[in-house]
């Protein structure tokens, strides 16, 4: 196992035991000094999600070869901007074609490591078209193999109730990448405890900054299907052995910009109360359970 390099800065630790209340793998106990210090088999245990560092108060603890004085000061933000971020992100279907330039490029990159996992299983892959000639050789293997598919008898005849987007396919329209200059492909090991979750919150990441910095993006289906029924293309893209492809997000300069926000439809939003009995029948049980594991 590698050390996990837990250090502890004795004259600025103040013995608030914050690191060892926050730990969630209960990895952290004090000594008879009152210095935290690794619990029984807490090293082994330890998930790297690096909460007692983010937690002292005074940046007495490092863990992992991090230092205190790397990182950067949480600041408090404005609930209305972070708002308005969210209700102005779009689906963006419209792109320049050119490549993002260098700057924005990196750090949309660079800020992936921060994305959230399940057990902090820290072992995503990320797959980054970053080259417009790249993308556009991509774009053009994937239309050619699914034209050769529409072609065939037997798919053909499946496809007639798809008839707009088969026309559209003959008609040179791209429909699958919608022209955009970019592309992220989000991978996870098969065993990753939550396999179907992660990529999706990473995803969500992405994009909420990508749109912070003017960067259109679009969840890519389409693309996501496309990688798991050609398998070359995970080649193409160097996933690595046990790992699947669980979703696309096209990215670049937008060639769209929009005034407002829209108006949705609310969701069903309900406030859970104690129920005065809670009974289900034998039948009701089997379709619930039916219903939650589909898909």
């Known amino acids: ?42 090293e082994r245990r330890c998930i790297k999600c690096g909460h007692c560092f983010a937690i002292c108060p005074t940046g007495a603890l490092s863990i992992l070869h991090r230092n205190p004085e790397d990182a ?10 972070i708002l308005n971020l969210i209700k102005s992100r779009k689906s963006i279907r419209a792109y320049k074609k050119q490549n993002l330039d260098d700057v ?18 820290h072992q995503l892959h990320f797959a980054i078209v970053d080259d417009i000639s790249v ?10 193999k699914i034209i050769k598919a529409l072609k065939s008898k037997p798919i053909s005849a499946v496809t007639q109730k ?40 990473a995803l969500s990441y992405f994009e909420l ?41 096209l990215f670049g300069e937008k060639d769209v910009n929009y005034s407002r926000t829209v ?10 109360k104690i129920p005065d009995k809670l009974e289900i029948s034998a039948l009701k049980n089997i379709k619930r359970f039916i219903c939650n594991i589909l898909r």
């Open 104 to 121: 924005r490029m990196n750090k949309l990159k660079e800020m992936l490591k921060w994305t959230p996992t399940g057990c902090n299983f």
């Open 263 to 272: 108006l949705p439809d609310d969701f069903e939003v309900v406030s859970v």
């Open 1 to 42: 196992m590698e050390p996990k390099a837990l250090k502890i800065d004795k004259e600025k630790c103040v013995h608030c035991g914050k690191c060892i209340g926050d730990c969630v793998s209960k990895s952290l106990e004090f000594n008879a000094d009152k210095i935290p210090v690794w619990s029984d088999g807490g």
């Open 209 to 249: 900054y990508a749109h912070s910095m003017g960067v259109g993006t679009l969840w890519c289906g389409f693309g996501a299907m496309c990688f798991k029924v050609f398998p070359d293309l995970c080649e193409y893209i160097k996933v690595p052995d046990g790992y699947k492809v669980s979703y696309v997000m």
């Open 162 to 201: 798809f008839s707009r987007y088969r026309d559209a396919f003959f008609a040179g329209e791209d429909v699958i990448f919608r022209g955009a200059p970019h592309m992220v492909v989000v991978s996870a090991p098969i065993n990753a405890p939550c396999v179907n979750v992660d990529p999706i919150i």
């Open 135 to 144: 993308m556009d050789d991509l774009r053009n293997r994937v239309n050619k």
């Open 72 to 81: 950067d000061v949480i600041r408090e933000f404005n609930d209305e901007d």
